[in-house]
């Protein structure tokens, strides 16, 4: 369950009639960004074109692999759900704990991967839907728990159970509910509400910059809509993810929002009080001339916009070609089983993306069978591999070498 309704309440009353008209969210956009907004924009927008640049489309694909469970990793740490990489992996395999607590977050996660994979693959095929469309919101919801056992779909308080259904809005008055000092629109208005969400953020009327701004200003939104009983949080990451594919900053995949969110600029805590801050009402006239503060929009904008930014920086670093290749070698060199020939192996897959099996002798220098013990190895390690038996290798980026690949990757623990 999400952690925004770990103080689950029972229906809140609604006593003034103008928090149910679905101009509540304005301002929605931002038409005037101000000169910081401006040059953020500028430098993600620059940032995105570099990251993975000089990597084959092949390595690109397979790490961008391992960015979804890292973004499925720092999606539960916001929900307070600290589930381990791999366990995600494991999940992911089909092997669940037998403790039912641990077996449902595993779930969640593995959830989260194959609803991100879908999406990217629906980029890359051109099918992905407009991504704040109410239907394609309702997809994600629904795709995200379509597994989920009925304990996991039930939300309880202290006097009653509420069953929720996957991709359903909120409809009934005990659906309504308080989210810590923020009262959403009820459960009647929601539907008109996402209506006037999708209308508000078609992305369609927009320039390029109003589109990248769109996104933090979206993603609040949806959330200050509340649309579901539960998952809301994790449905606006997803949407975000899927609007810069669309907006054309996903950058294939190569970097996740949900890290930057988790960990914030200085503080992790600050995802929680940014978007608290944005829910604030228009404060006076020269505040705008919407329902809710046109300064704090800005401002949750602003810093949405640089977790972006430091997040971009931050895996480019990461996967830089040269510096990529040199922890590879400090990885065979650190091994207990490998050979220092495996790493010549491990370079030639990161650049030219795959590999015949035959070539490893030219490769490694070696004698065949020497060079194919080498090759076993490696692939038995998971850092190569292919979708045949007999099939061309590629790079991989199994847990296990993530913490030497990629250094601060994960927290510390």
């Given at each position: ?123 890359l ?6 991504a ?21 779909l ?24 308080a ?23 078609s ?38 993810h ?31 009080s ?13 505040d ?52 220092p ?12 993306g ?60």
């Amino acid at each position: 369950m999400d952690t925004e309704h770990s103080n689950w309440k029972t229906s809140a009353i609604y006593p003034m009639s103008d928090i149910e008209t679905t101009s509540r969210i304005e301002p929605a956009l931002i038409d005037e960004p101000s000169s910081a907004i401006a040059d953020v924009v500028a430098d993600l927008t620059a940032a995105v074109s570099m990251l993975g640049k000089f990597l084959h489309p092949l390595t690109a694909a397979n790490l961008a692999d391992a960015v979804r469970i890292m973004n499925t990793y720092y999606s539960n740490l916001i929900e307070g759900h600290n589930t381990r990489p791999r366990d995600i992996e494991r999940a992911l395999s089909g092997e669940l704990d037998q403790n039912e607590e641990r077996r449902n977050l595993q779930i969640e996660a593995a959830a989260h991967v194959r609803v991100q994979t879908e999406i990217d693959r629906m980029f890359l095929r051109g099918t992905l839907p407009p991504a704040t469309s109410a239907g394609f919101v309702q997809w994600i919801h629904n795709e995200f728990y379509r597994d989920a056992s009925p304990a996991m779909l039930t939300l309880k308080n202290e006097s009653r159970e509420i069953m929720m259904v996957p991709g359903q809005w909120r409809s009934r008055p005990e659906h309504d509910n308080a989210v810590g000092r923020h009262l959403p629109p009820s459960s009647e208005r929601v539907a008109d509400f996402m209506r006037y969400f999708e209308q508000r953020y078609s992305l369609s009327q927009l320039g390029t910059a109003g589109r990248i701004t769109a996104i933090p200003a979206a993603h609040h939104r949806l959330n200050y809509i509340h649309p579901f009983p539960d998952g809301n949080g994790r449905v606006s990451r997803l949407m975000s993810h899927a609007m810069a594919h669309q907006i054309g900053i996903g950058a294939h995949g190569l970097w996740s929002i949900s890290r930057g969110l988790a960990r914030g600029l200085e503080s992790r805590g600050e995802y929680k009080s940014m978007m608290d801050l944005a829910d604030m009402p228009r404060q006076g006239d020269l505040d705008g001339r919407g329902n809710l503060s046109l300064k704090a929009l800005k401002d949750f904008v602003l810093w949405f916009l640089r977790v972006c930014l430091d997040q971009v920086q931050f895996m480019s670093g990461l996967f830089d070609l040269n510096e990529l290749r040199q922890r590879l070698r400090t990885l065979v060199q650190r091994s207990n089983t490998l050979k220092p020939e495996a790493a010549a192996l491990l370079e030639e897959a990161l650049m030219r993306g795959e590999f015949e099996r035959g070539e490893v002798a030219r490769i490694t220098g070696l004698p065949e069978r020497t060079a194919r013990r080498i090759l076993a190895d490696v692939t038995e390690l998971g850092l190569l591999a292919s979708s045949t038996p007999k099939g061309s290798v590629s790079l991989r980026f199994p847990e296990s070498a993530l913490e030497e690949l990629f250094p601060r990757l994960y927290p510390q623990v």
